[in-house]
Structure formats: C-alpha cells, structure tokens
C-alpha cells in the first residue's frame, strides 16, 4: 500500500486529572465516588515498604489506599522515583492516576468520564494512504496515550465547535470517516486514530 507524507494536523490529549474510583464507603453506606488526593502513603516495613495514593470519599473524606507498590526495596525503585513518592510529586500522582493497569490491579473501577484532559494541536506530516484519500481533505491524527474512554463522535463535535447533529449529517454524507473507514458515530478514540475531513469546493 502506497503511503504518502500529507500536511496534517495531530491533536495530542493529555490528561490534567486522575480517574475517580466507584467503591463501596464504608462510612456513607452506599457507592460513593473517590478521588485522588494526590498524596502518597508510604509505609515502611523492615527493608521493604509498601506504597499507595490516597484516595478520598468526595462525600464524607473516608481515604481509601490505592496500592501502587508491595513490599518492594527503596533501593530497587528506579533513580528519583523513591524520592518523588516521598515529596507527594503531583505529576507522579498525576501519571499514577491515570494508569489504567494500577487500577486494573488493584481490582478498583473508575468512572471513565471523570477524567479531565487537555487537547493540544499541532501542524505536523501523517503519512496517509493514498487509497484513503478522495479530494480535498483535512487530515487530522488523534494521539490518545492513556486510552481514555471518549466518544468519536462528542470530541469532534467539541473539538470542531459544531453541534453533535452536524457531526452526524457529515459522517452520513462522507465527508467525516475515519481513514480505514471507522463509524465514528460508534467507536470510542483510538491512540493514532486518523479522521478525514472532506473540503467541499
């Protein structure tokens, strides 16, 4: 397949908030909603400790450990990682918080679409497929690191400022798609998701 260097546009999200953890409060008596705290709790057993970002009750501030490290030496934690924990780093906090394979571990469910993120765009070259393209297009590459859980559909209405019913009558007409001819009414942003948007002259 013949892939050319095309002037596009790669719009990058970043996440600027921790995911929000459902559980059980044992003091409100009912699932309540957690959030990071973005501290660390690090607690020192012999030669090993254990880590965790605390995690508080958006209702009643009970904490809940989120555990991040297990009986593990200090002396095994890579470089300036110990003395990140140490300090509360917030960008440590931050990366942590949005680390869906912790969260995975620790058996914790977060509500996707608490996290808060930031889009930014640059002009860049995206190599496309020449099969893709019909006509005048605006290529536009979405970067999506974190696998965060957001709709097609929504961010481009948001991020084109046009209303979810355009986005819908252009994706009808064509002239919204994906370049390997996604339903974008349907799927979530995948990382390195291709959009083309048809120019009509």
């Known amino acids: 397949m013949h892939m050319s260097y095309l002037k596009g546009e790669t719009w990058t999200l970043t996440p600027v908030s921790s995911y929000k953890i459902i559980r059980n409060c044992p003091k409100c ?15 020192a057993n012999k030669k090993c400790v254990d880590i965790w970002l605390i995690y508080q009750c958006e ?4 904490t809940y450990n989120l555990t991040v490290f297990e009986r593990v030496s200090p002396k095994k934690l890579p470089g300036e990682l110990y003395k990140k924990f140490q300090e509360n780093n917030s960008g440590l906090a931050l990366e942590i918080g949005t680390a869906k394979e912790i969260f995975e571990k620790n058996r ?9 993120y930031i889009v930014t765009k640059e002009d860049t070259e995206i190599p496309v497929s020449l099969q893709a393209l019909e006509g005048n297009c605006r290529i536009i590459c979405i970067q999506n690191p974190n696998d965060l859980k957001i709709r097609a559909d929504k961010f481009l209405a ?11 009558h252009l994706i009808a007409d ?5 370049s390997k001819k996604e339903n974008l009414e349907k799927i979530h942003l995948a990382n390195s998701l291709l959009i083309l948007l048809k120019t009509v002259a």
């Open 158 to 168: 948001e991020q084109l400022s046009i209303s979810r019913s355009k986005v819908k």
């Open 29 to 43: 008596g009912t699932k309540s909603l957690f959030q990071s705290t973005g501290n660390f709790r690090i607690n």
């Open 59 to 62: 209702n009643c501030r009970s």
């Open 174 to 178: 064509g002239l919204l798609q994906g």
């Open 108 to 116: 914790a469910v977060v509500k996707e679409e608490s996290i808060s």
